[in-house]
């Protein structure tokens, strides 16, 4: 069983370019998270979808940032300008129904420069 | 609101030591509890959870108890190995929240050979 798979790895750019993180989810998982991690901050959930419908976006730093997921097995995160803040690794994850654990992908570490 | 309050590393330990992480909890209802282990350059692996007070949940010699009096969920390994060196987050889902999971700032464990 494929695990979160999460793409890039890395990414690194300059300020201002307009970045897209990438996410599948493990196939039959009907919620999907996304979040980010720093050593400021630690773990931040920024959205998540139920059946591919974004319940709950109060965690969007701005709206800079943007999520989609158009499929129950894609889900897109954006970033348009970027900025150095936004460096960090951004994680996400999938739970097969409410309640239940939730797998995480290994990450897409971001360095704007 | 909700929020999860773990011990600050990192904690260094010998090789077959005993290790205590310390987690308490503030929530509205009555939660889940989740202690979940990252290991450098992964992604959250869930370690174990349990869901309602006086459960103990149990993985590769890792055991917390559900403590409701004392809103407590506290990791324990016996003796520890090398391998075991990684961060652990304490975390908490609430349904009243949704399925969304509130972690504590992570705690980095270091284990010496």
């Known amino acids: 069983d494929a695990g979160v798979i999460q793409s890039p790895r890395h990414e690194v750019t300059e300020m201002g370019q307009e970045v897209t993180l990438r996410c599948k989810p493990i196939?039959?998982?009907?919620?999907l998270f996304w979040y980010r991690q720093t050593m400021m901050r630690g773990l931040e959930l920024l959205i998540y979808?139920?059946?591919?419908?974004?319940?709950?976006d109060s965690g969007m730093p701005e709206d800079r940032f943007s999520a989609k997921m158009p499929n129950a097995s894609f889900s897109t995160l954006k970033i348009q300008p970027s900025e150095p803040r936004d460096s960090a690794v951004y994680f996400c994850?999938?739970?097969?129904?409410?309640?239940?654990?939730?797998?995480f992908g290994d990450g897409t570490r971001l360095s704007i420069l | 609101g909700d929020s999860v309050t773990q011990m600050e590393g990192p904690v260094t330990l010998s090789e077959e030591a005993f290790l205590t992480i310390n987690c308490t909890y503030t929530?509205?209802?009555?939660?889940?509890l989740f202690w979940y282990v990252q290991y450098p350059g992964e992604g959250l692996q869930l370690l174990l959870k349990?869901?309602?007070?006086?459960d103990k949940g149990s993985n590769k010699g890792f055991e917390a108890t559900y403590r409701k009096e004392t809103t407590s969920f506290h990791l324990e390994k016996g003796s520890v190995q090398v391998s075991d060196s990684a961060v652990y987050f304490c975390?908490?889902?609430?349904?009243?929240?949704?399925?969304?999971?509130?972690f504590g700032g992570g705690t980095r464990v270091l284990v010496k050979p």
């Open positions: 994850a999938s739970s097969l129904e409410q309640h239940q654990p939730q797998h």
């Open positions: 196939s039959g998982h009907d919620y």
């Open positions: 979808f139920n059946n591919n419908v974004p319940i709950d």
């Open positions: 929530a509205t209802g009555y939660p889940s």
């Open positions: 349990a869901t309602k007070a006086d």
């Open positions: 975390a908490l889902s609430e349904r009243a929240a949704g399925n969304k999971l509130t």
